[in-house]
């Protein structure tokens, strides 16, 4: 890895930007209005104004990066960020109001797919007006044609109005068209998510072969993805750089920490159980978050009340990942747990040895059934939250103990 | 192989010279996108239409209609002009609806652009070219119909007639220069859109589009010195074989096109990024 990292270093840096800013107006008569003045100073080729005027914000601000050929960045933050304005003042669609970015070779933007189709028209005209947009040559398209529908897999319809494809076969057409661009510098703004499986790992492929020799720019809010292709990355927070480095992994934390909501919420109850404590027993916490070391002890401790109940009860726990996707399912209590159901206040601790979850953040589910039936009762969302800390940061939600020895 | 060096900066100086050779170089470079974009256009219009081609002549016979009505009928007594009068209504408002045309296409492929616009990055003075490219086809369709007006009405076949196209031309160049300049605000507010309209169906009034230059009067002076004026009377005396009367004044119209169309399209270029700013804002 280290080896490949210096080899691209001595490689020539392609995307050059420094102190990039934008600002953007909140109100539309006045951005209008600015757009006028913007007009005749553009014509007139004066460069002063770079003061915030009436209702204006910075959409992006003073953002430096550089980025080499075989280099894939990263841009993350939630909506509104000002990932896309960033987009496209790299692709040259609008100008900084200060700062300076400098490309070398050419750019492929893939922000759109199928620019330029005609619903009317069908599948093979439209790859002519997409082409043509994307600056092939009549002659290219040609030589490229039969490439281009075997790879959208679309031989029979290609003849059919594309109005009356499905949103995957136009996005499947698009993708087709774009890939044949062989840029130095290539744009991806949010386009590969639509589409089923086996067109993402399409794609995956395409921009594999495409990377060694091109300098990626990607736009996503899938962290998967992101941390499946990106080298370097730049996490954007209101205009402003957050994070920026290789890090991939620290980012993603520090993207998923912004949507950390630290309230639970019950969404089933039919009245006969409370849940009146749920904590994490822990000894450090960070911003009130619990925090379990690696390969400690993960120890909950509950407390509930019920009702006219009078059935055995199973409690059941699952964590969620930062996606929340549930990623393990605590084993419920059976007649050999040391818990006495029986009283009116139910107090118990649940512990699980060794926790071997990756470095980061996970919520966790409370339900509560009778015992054979698996009839619910009680229904919390987000009961525990809880931080992992690891000084290894990686992606993938386990970081399972290994022995490495001799055979 | 040394890589094509993109910088894009707020602090530029404005060579005028270096942005009109980019701006015609990026139109002759981008011919085939141009072609490609006004063939996808025609086509889906026709496409997904029966009548087709015939909207194309619709207007302008329409409002001929109207005139050679009120002036068969005697509703408007219109002075004579030397032609059957239907071919003098026709070659007006034909030559009128191709001036208009020019003026609103390059506000309107800008528009329809405007998806792509703030998406890809292309040159976009083939939006430009594009729009010639279908007013032409629309002007082409409509001269065969004139010649068949001018057999019909037994105007006959004059050597001058071949000439008609540059008259076309240049009702094309001169719409389409007035039509750049106003494009940058048009795209800004939906009001300049509206003006134009608006303004056109008075300025046809003091324009010999439907009747000749009256002989006195303040209506006289107006039309004479209309810009238009020179363009459609030129046509018509093309059509009908007359000496051109207004050719000099047609001639300085087309000179003055000139620096005017290249300035037009310099500030087209540099105005583009500050539209899609405000478009996508």
């Known amino acids: 890895m280290s080896e490949d990292r210096s080899m691209v270093a001595d490689k020539e840096v392609l995307v050059k930007v420094e102190g990039l800013s934008k600002k953007f107006c909140k109100d539309l008569k006045t951005s209008l209005w600015y757009g006028v003045k913007d007009l005749i100073s553009g014509v007139r080729g004066s460069a002063d104004d770079r003061e915030l005027r009436p209702k204006e914000f910075w959409a992006v601000k003073d953002i430096n990066f550089e980025l080499r050929r075989g280099e894939c960045l990263g841009l993350i933050g939630h909506n509104g960020a000002g990932k896309s304005t960033l987009l496209k003042i790299l692709n040259g669609l609008i100008n900084p109001d200060a700062g300076k970015v400098t490309i070398k070779g050419r750019v492929g933007a893939l922000i759109e797919l199928g620019a330029g189709f005609n619903p009317i028209l069908s599948g093979r005209e439209n790859i002519y007006n997409n082409g043509a947009i994307l600056g092939f040559s009549r002659k290219e398209i040609d030589s490229k044609l039969e490439e281009i529908i075997a790879f959208a897999e ?25 890939a044949q ?12 998510a639509v589409g089923d499986m086996g067109f993402m790992l399409k794609c995956f492929k395409t921009i594999d072969t495409i990377l060694p020799h091109t300098a990626i720019i990607f736009v996503s809010h899938s962290m998967p993805m992101v941390s499946r292709i990106c080298s370097q990355i730049i996490l954007l927070d209101t205009g402003n750089i957050v994070y920026k480095g290789d890090d991939v992994g620290k980012a993603i934390d520090l993207y998923y920490k912004k949507f950390i909501q630290n309230s639970s919420n019950v969404v089933f109850d039919d009245g006969t159980i409370e849940l009146l404590d749920a904590k ?19 120890k909950f401790y509950l407390k509930f009340k019920r009702y006219n109940l009078e059935n055995n009860l199973i409690f059941i726990l699952v964590l969620f990942d930062k996606e929340q996707r549930p990623i393990a399912h605590l084993n419920h209590n059976d007649e050999n747990s040391k818990i006495d159901l029986k009283k009116e206040i139910i107090e118990f601790f649940i512990e699980h040895k060794n926790l071997q979850l990756s470095k980061g953040f996970y919520s966790v589910d409370i339900s509560v059934y009778k015992a054979k ?27 399972l103990a290994t022995d490495f020895f001799d055979v | 192989m040394p890589l094509e060096t993109r910088v894009y900066q707020k602090e530029r100086t404005i060579k005028f010279g270096a942005l ?21 256009d025609i086509k889906a219009q026709y496409r997904q239409s029966y009548l087709g081609i015939l909207w194309a002549f619709m207007t302008p016979l ?5 005139w050679i009505i009120l002036n068969s009928s005697g509703t408007v007594r219109i002075s004579d002009t030397g032609v059957p009068y239907p071919v003098y209504a026709f070659t007006g408002t034909l030559i009128w609806s191709i001036i208009v045309a020019s003026i609103n296409s390059p506000m309107q492929s800008t528009q329809a652009a405007k998806g792509i616009l703030t998406k890809i990055n292309f040159p976009k003075e083939a939006l430009l070219l594009s729009g010639v490219y279908k007013l032409l086809f629309d002007s082409s369709v409509k001269i065969l119909l004139l010649v068949l007006f001018v057999f019909f009405y037994g105007v006959g076949f004059h050597w001058s007639l071949l000439l008609f196209p540059v008259a076309m031309l240049g009702a094309i160049m001169f719409g389409t220069t007035v039509g750049l300049f106003l494009t940058p605000m048009g795209l800004l507010y939906k009001d300049i859109g509206k003006i134009i309209t608006f303004g056109m169906q008075f300025l046809m009034y003091v324009t010999p589009v439907v009747y000749a230059i009256p002989e006195t009067g303040v209506m006289k002076t107006i039309m004479t010195w209309n810009p238009i004026t020179p363009i459609i009377l030129t046509a018509r005396d093309l059509v009908v074989g007359f000496q051109p009367a207004f050719l000099n004044y047609f001639l300085i119209v087309l000179i003055v096109c000139v620096p005017l169309l290249f300035l037009g399209l310099i500030i087209y270029r540099i105005s583009i990024p500050i539209i899609v700013e405000r478009l996508s804002a």
């Open chain 1, 373 to 399: 039936t698996r009839e619910p009762y009680l229904k919390v969302k987000g009961a525990f939250l809880f931080q992992v800390s690891h000084e290894i940061e990686i992606f993938p939600s386990f970081l």
């Open chain 1, 154 to 178: 679309l031989e029979e319809f290609i003849d059919m109005p594309v109005q009356h494809y499905s949103s995957g076969m136009k996005v499947r057409l698009g993708f087709a068209v774009a």
């Open chain 2, 62 to 66: 329409a409002t001929a209609a109207v």
């Open chain 2, 20 to 40: 009109l050779k980019a701006s015609l170089g990026d139109m002759y470079a981008s011919r085939f996108l141009a072609r490609q974009l006004a063939e996808r």
């Open chain 1, 181 to 192: 661009m062989e840029p130095d510098v290539m744009i991806i703004d949010e386009v590969l």
């Open chain 1, 280 to 298: 994490i027993v822990s000894d450090e916490h960070n911003d009130n978050i619990p925090l379990i070391r690696w390969d400690e002890t993960l």
